[in-house]
């Protein structure tokens, strides 16, 4: 037989082993892409069967962070009662609830105060303030009524903040219950050094 045509023979046998090993490679490869699928989805089914009805509904509803959203924005926690993390209404009821306090303690102190420094102007010294702040430092009453009307200030504006967060958080808590379904899920940064390839990698478990 020619040189060429033993070179030719060669050659094709090993282009059909090299054909078929890539094929059979392809082939594995595919079976175990639907092996992990099949497996995921047999994960999800039964982390699914661990919530109740009423959480996949949640879950499962697109609607669910514009409700949750409206509902506390009606009345502050009941978004939150919504998605069933009760456990945040004491806290956001104790937030709105200091501010108010605060709020109207110092509303109180500086009206007192600008009362007071009104009644000197016209001649009363008889106010509460008389042993603390003698005549003639009415500029003192001026302090602290300012003071005190600046403290007010704050109060409502942590009032509105506190507000505002609640309706921030329920939204961002039905995001996270429709994002997040896996207590498991983790971020594991792994450094490769190796002769091949050298660098920074993130694995996500689930």
Known sequence: MPLKSILFVSLFFI???VWGQEEKSTDSLQQNRLIVSNVSDSLLRAKYKTFSPRRIRLMEDPLTPSKASFYSAVIPGLGQSYLGQYWKVPIIYAAMGASLYYFLDNDKIMKTYRNAYKRRLSGYYDDEYLKIIPQGDEDK???GMKF???YRDISMLLLAASYVLNVVEANVAAHMLQF???DELAV???ILFNERETGLRLA???
Do not use: G
């Open 15 to 17: 282009y059909s082993a």
């Open 141 to 143: 009453l001026l302090k």
């Open 148 to 150: 005190h009307r600046s």
């Open 180 to 182: 997040n379904i896996n």
């Open 188 to 190: 594991q940064p792994e």
């Open 204 to 206: 996500i478990k689930f």
